[in-house]
């Protein structure tokens, strides 16, 4: 549900195979490393001025509602970001060029382009992998034809690109990599009220659906990497839930009657951040896994989405 800014076995033993295998998958899945501090949020917004009459720029916001501007200018929009897992690197995408560009946290100004620029062309949904040595995204062409969506591996060492299989017509979205490097999730779907989550097996190159009573998407993993989280309309809202990597056990979380979407484990497992509103202005949740409590935080700008939660 991000703005653009300008912008689903054969036999019973076979079946009973193919369950097997993916639980394997899963509970290797969970052997994630050890969770991490909470550091601040990462959080993209529109600000007044500059081209088009407003800004994408990008903060962190600690969890008292004080946001530092990390990225901005008037005469570009930031989106997309990503922090590695060290916390030294972050990538984003930039416009004009919607290209994507890799440097230092600590001096994200001087970052340099790892894609090309291309005409109708945009790169999106930048994630690290674990061990930091690539970084997953979207390209997304826009053609005469129709809109067309790829998933893509950039490695950093030897800057090489490559692509995973997916059904360029219907799926979109990428949203996160597993703690352990196995799975990659996007969405499956013509929009919102049709999606459903896919995850990406990065070993095979085969995807497969996660098993949700209806629509879902923006799934999210824990740190520990036994849970997604992800969002699914209820009624006329939409709201956020969690679930086995298998879509079992599934537990709604919020119960706001809104449209929340983009939930984000914190590092230490113990809480989930979210995006709420369904205009323009837009608040911040963070929800307290243990009491089921939620917080609000005031958003730094117009069309806010919380992007990542950062360790400390």
């Known amino acids: 549900m991000k703005p653009e800014g300008e912008v689903s076995m054969v036999r019973h033993l076979l ?19 050890l969770p991490g501090k909470n550091g601040p949020l990462l959080v993209s917004a529109f600000t007044d001025g500059g081209i088009n009459g407003s800004t994408t720029r990008i903060f962190t916001e600690n969890l008292v509602g004080k946001s530092t501007e990390l990225l ?44 090309a620029e291309e005409s109708d062309v945009l790169n999106q949904d930048s994630v690290f992998s674990p061990d930091g040595k690539s970084i997953y995204f979207s390209k997304k ?18 800057k090489q690109v490559k692509s995973y299989k997916v059904d360029t017509k219907r799926d979109w979205g990428l949203t996160d990599v597993s703690p352990n ?4 999730s996007y969405n499956r779907g013509g929009d919102e009220d049709t999606s459903k989550i896919r995850l990406l097996d990065t070993k095979t ?5 996660v098993n949700t009573k209806g629509p ?12 997604i989280a992800y969002t699914a309309p209820v009624g006329d809202a939409w709201e956020v839930f969690r679930a086995r990597l298998d879509g079992k056990g599934a537990k709604r979380l919020t119960r706001s009657e809104a449209i929340n979407f983009a939930p984000t484990y914190s590092p230490n497992g113990k809480m989930i951040a979210f995006t709420q ?3 323009e202005d837009k608040r911040i949740g ?9 917080k609000y935080l005031k958003a730094p700008g117009r069309y806010a989405e919380v992007e990542q939660w950062l360790r400390k």
Do not use: E
């Not at 079946?15 to 490393?33: E, M, N, Q």
């Not at 290209?99 to 946290?105: A, E, K, R």
């Not at 053609?143 to 893509?152: A, E």
């Open 15 to 33: 079946a009973v195979l193919g369950v097997a295998v993916l639980s394997l998958a899963f509970a290797t899945s969970a052997s994630a490393t």
């Open 72 to 115: 901005g200018a008037l005469d570009h929009s930031y989106s997309d970001p990503a922090v590695s897992p060290n916390g030294r690197q972050i990538v984003y995408s930039a416009y004009p060029g919607y290209q994507l560009w890799l440097g230092p946290f600590s001096r994200p100004t001087k970052a340099k382009a790892i894609t």
């Open 141 to 158: 062409y826009y053609l005469d034809s129709g809109v067309f969506w790829h998933l893509k591996r950039y490695t950093i060492k030897t």
């Open 181 to 184: 490097g196995r799975f990659v």
């Open 205 to 209: 190159g085969k995807s497969h659906t």
């Open 216 to 227: 879902a998407l923006d799934p999210h993993f824990s740190p520990d990497g036994k849970w």
């Open 277 to 279: 509103g369904a205009d």
């Open 286 to 294: 963070i929800i307290t896994l243990k009491t089921g409590k939620v």
